[in-house]
T-cell receptor, first 112, second 114 residues
Framework: QQQVKQSPQSLIVQKGGISIINCAYE??????FPWYQQFPGKGPALLIA?????SEKKEGRFTISFNKSAKQFSLHIMDSQPGDSATYFC???????????FGPGTSLSVIP | ETGVTQTPRHLVMGMTNKKSLKCEQH?????MYWYKQSAKKPLELMFV???????ENNSVPSRFSPECPNSSHLFLHLHTLQPEDSALYLC?????????????FGPGTRLTVT
């Protein structure tokens, strides 16, 4: 049973478009939601993270939207670029001494 | 060297072999992790060490044996593996163990069991 669900599994977006990846969780005790980006041949790297006391967080072209009542959160990549092509993982954790639960990942391809 | 390094980057081993994966972090962190990454599956947490003490073993088969001699080094000893153990093995570290602390990942070891 996946504690963190993620969709779509793969995504193709044209350069300049908006990439949207959605995630959902069940455990209401989760209160830390990071997104990781992984390029081929590399380990995942933290991209952006949010806590449920805010509904949106923006860093450059990357925005996380958070809907606590629906237990859903999403990543929007504005003006998507070929260099954004990577696998994106959403994740969730309780900020107290606890492990991070990762979603299955979304493979994003941004085509020129 | 900076960040988290892992050696070897690629490993092919037979089912009767014994090998070890090595991880070293140069970030001054106190927690280290082993993850298994298989295609189209979530990252599977295997082991967590906090201040050299194992704090989590996620029901990992005994053919995987971790060792953490100090906060900077982590090993994964492998013996009598199965073909389904073929995967990318990722090491990570964080300031301390806990969901609110950013984990820094190494590049991984691509393991193939023949």
């Amino acid at each position: 049973q996946q504690q963190v669900k993620q969709s779509p599994q793969s995504l193709i977006v044209q350069k300049g478009g908006i990439s949207i990846i959605n995630c959902a969780y069940e455990n209401t005790a989760f209160d830390y939601f990071p997104w990781y980006q992984q390029f081929p041949g590399k380990g995942p790297a933290l991209l952006i993270a949010i806590r449920p006391d805010v509904s949106e967080k923006k860093e450059g072209r990357f925005t996380i939207s958070f809907n606590k009542s629906a237990k859903q959160f999403s990543l929007h990549i504005m003006d998507s670029q070929p260099g954004d092509s990577a696998t994106y993982f959403c994740a969730a954790a309780k900020t107290s001494y606890d492990k991070v639960i990762f979603g299955p990942g979304t493979s994003l391809s941004v085509i020129p | 060297e900076t960040g988290v390094t892992q050696t070897p980057r690629h490993l092919v081993m037979g089912m009767t072999n014994k090998k070890s994966l090595k991880c070293e972090q140069h970030l001054g962190h106190n927690a280290m992790y082993w993850y298994k990454q298989s295609a189209k599956k979530p990252l599977e947490l295997m082991f967590v060490y906090n201040f050299k003490e194992q704090t989590e073993n996620n029901s990992v088969p005994s053919r995987f044996s971790p060792e953490c001699p100090n906060s900077s080094h982590l090993f994964l000893h492998l013996h009598t593996l199965q073909p389904e153990d073929s995967a990318l093995y990722l090491c990570a570290s964080s300031q301390v163990a806990g969901g609110g602390y950013e984990q820094y990942f190494g590049p991984g070891t691509r393991l193939t069991v023949t």
